[in-house]
């Protein structure tokens, strides 16, 4: 029998995977649902010390002597200010104490509601960092639930060991309600490592390196990642951000898009995802990796901050390193020819077709020019359906690909862009939408802009965005809400600053003007083009629609699953490419 509290239950079930046995109880009401199931579980050791002030100090010397991780639990009210006097010690003495309180829904905070002071203002020298869990009403609080939990634990010796405080949500009627059929669930478990552990054994598994946005790697990391996909059966999913191309790396932002959630678990769902970089601005391959149950076995981060990041709802593992040094570590000296895995990747990709009619929108735009930004050339993003559109379709590998994703913000894109343009002089190219650049317009009288400098402007009046869904239908998007009719036309701005403007209403005058906007010129170019957000709209759905109907047919998955089981024995994964252009 254990409470009806599930957030109560899953930190009993995390406090038991990471192995903390020791905890000093203190009596109340409201830490029950902690105390009941932790007194009747053969795991824990359980002490009890009235006096909070007392219990905390009495945790320290408990460490002290064993070495290993304690974990108090106090009521509510007052109980845990008297805590503070003992973590205060405990910071400075850099002991790993899991503090677990107790609070009232937040409702109640400041409304004079009995017991109800806030439980989470320690001073900032009593404790590393202070969590809070919410109350579980549904998945996405379970989820969220889970990760915090894990996150709190491993907090504990994070860049120095020392005290944290867990803080349970709960209410008052629910407290000492206990429910007989109730388990201490099995949740997913987190690990932090500052060494590789080589305890899986990779060469039966489906790998996945996902690399987010990245400056360009130093050649020690490109190296170290190629060898180790060479060891095993990788795919390297990138984007532009990724500024990675490698042997085994794919731009499948289109396949993945184009894909059901039913396709990729059967067919291209990785064993294992390694994750480097930063977010990935790659809203396709979040929607196939993130679930709220379990979908891929192992979920690990490379990250030397070694934070926890669970963007996909899978993390397992985090490790505290670089990326050379994780990759090196798990290098082995056989290499293996036959790469199952990525050659279905392949196989599936090169089945994608971005050569089809498409009305005149930011889509055409990137499609028409993609091919012909030239090389070593440096591209910017603005958000959203500028960096969407663009990552659909490929671009030279010499090519350094930007773009504001880390914050996701409206502003700032045009400044960002030409801060970097400053320091090269190869050509420099934006893609902007009208809102985004009307939001940072006047970053075009920056005096240090140079001639190398080209804006492509895409003028669907307001925040297209908005208009790509359904939204529309069912509420008036344009007013406040995309904001239409704030700009007219970048011309007169862009000659006043010195910039050559020109413009295109349809594809004939774009095309026209594609040299221009591509080659040598005495000063920096806007090139504003006047899109519908219908055309907008129809140019996103048929590119996808006409993929996916193309490429997951039944006669075509029939195909690839014929040509898989002839190709698969190839040592050479340009087969795939050669046997793939003559079906085309």
């Not at 690399?211 to 490109?222: A, F, L, M, Q």
Request: hydrophobic share 35%; glycine share 4%.
């Amino acid at each position: 029998m254990y409470t009806i509290l599930e957030n109560a239950r899953i930190v009993i079930s995390l406090l038991k995977k990471h192995n903390i046995r020791h905890i000093v109880l203190s009596p109340g009401g409201s830490n029950i649902p902690i105390v009941q199931a932790v007194q009747q579980d053969p795991f824990f050791k359980c002490y009890s010390v009235v006096d909070e002030r007392s219990a905390m100090y009495f945790a320290i010397g408990l460490y002290l002597k064993t070495g290993e991780i304690i974990a108090t639990s106090c009521t509510s009210a007052n109980a845990t200010r008297n805590y503070i006097p003992g973590l205060t010690e405990a910071y400075y003495k850099h002991v790993p104490i899991l503090a677990l309180t107790m609070s009232k829904h937040p409702m109640y905070l400041s409304q004079e509601y009995m017991q109800c002071p806030i439980q989470t203002s320690l001073p900032v020298d009593a404790i590393k960092k202070s969590y809070s869990i919410p109350r579980i009403k549904d998945d996405y609080d379970r989820a969220m639930c889970i990760r915090i939990v894990n996150e709190a634990i491993l907090e504990l010796n994070h860049c120095g060991t020392g005290p944290v405080q867990l803080n349970i949500e709960e209410l008052d009627s629910e407290t000492w309600e206990f429910d007989k059929n109730a388990v201490i669930p099995e949740v997913r478990m987190i690990e932090r490592y500052n060494n590789v552990k080589k305890d899986i054994n990779l060469k039966q598994k489906k790998i996945m390196i996902l690399i987010g946005e990245n400056t360009p790697v130093s050649d020690n990391t490109y190296n170290a990642i190629e060898k180790f996909s060479n060891c095993y059966d990788v795919m390297i999913y990138t984007n532009h951000l990724s500024n990675y191309h490698g042997k085994y790396s794919l731009n499948a932002n289109l396949l993945i898009g184009a894909m059901s959630q039913e396709v990729f678990n059967s067919e291209l769902k990785p064993d294992i995802l390694i994750t480097v970089g930063g977010i990935t601005g790659d809203y396709n391959i979040y929607k196939r990796l993130f679930s709220l149950n379990k979908l891929i076995d192992e979920h690990w981060r490379i990250s030397e901050d070694g934070n926890v990041v669970d963007t996909y709802n899978q993390l397992t593992r985090i490790y505290q390193m670089s990326i050379e040094d994780f990759f090196k570590g798990w290098l082995d000296n056989d290499e293996i020819n036959d790469h199952t895995y990525y050659k279905k990747w392949l196989l599936f990709e090169n089945n994608i077709n971005r050569n089809i009619e498409l009305p005149f929108s930011n889509i055409y735009a990137a499609q028409q020019l993609c091919e012909r930004i030239p090389a070593n050339s440096y591209m910017n993003y603005a958000i959203l359906n500028s960096l969407r559109s663009w990552l659909l379709f490929n671009i030279d590998e010499s090519i350094k690909c930007f773009s504001n994703v880390a914050s996701f913000g409206i502003d700032g894109c045009l400044s960002t862009f030409l801060g970097e343009s400053v320091d090269t002089e190869e050509l420099c190219f934006l893609i902007i939408g009208d809102l985004s650049f009307y939001y940072d317009m006047n970053a075009i009288g920056i005096r240090h802009i140079k001639n190398n400098v080209r804006i492509l402007l895409v003028n669907n009046n307001g925040g297209v965005e908005f208009k790509l869904g359904n939204l529309q239908y069912k509420t008036d998007v344009g007013s406040y809400i995309a904001a239409d009719n704030h700009f007219k036309n970048a011309e007169g701005w862009a000659r006043t600053q010195g910039f050559d403007y020109i413009s295109a209403t349809n594809k004939e005058s774009f095309n026209s003007n594609i040299n221009s906007f591509l080659g040598e010129s005495e000063k920096p170019i806007i090139f504003e083009i006047f899109t519908d957000p219908e055309d907008e709209k129809r140019a996103t759905t048929t590119i996808i629609d006409k993929n996916r109907n193309e490429t997951f047919s039944e006669e075509m998955k029939s195909n690839l699953k014929k040509s898989i089981k002839t190709i698969m024995g190839d040592k050479n994964a340009s087969k795939i490419k050669d046997l793939l252009k003559k079906k085309k």
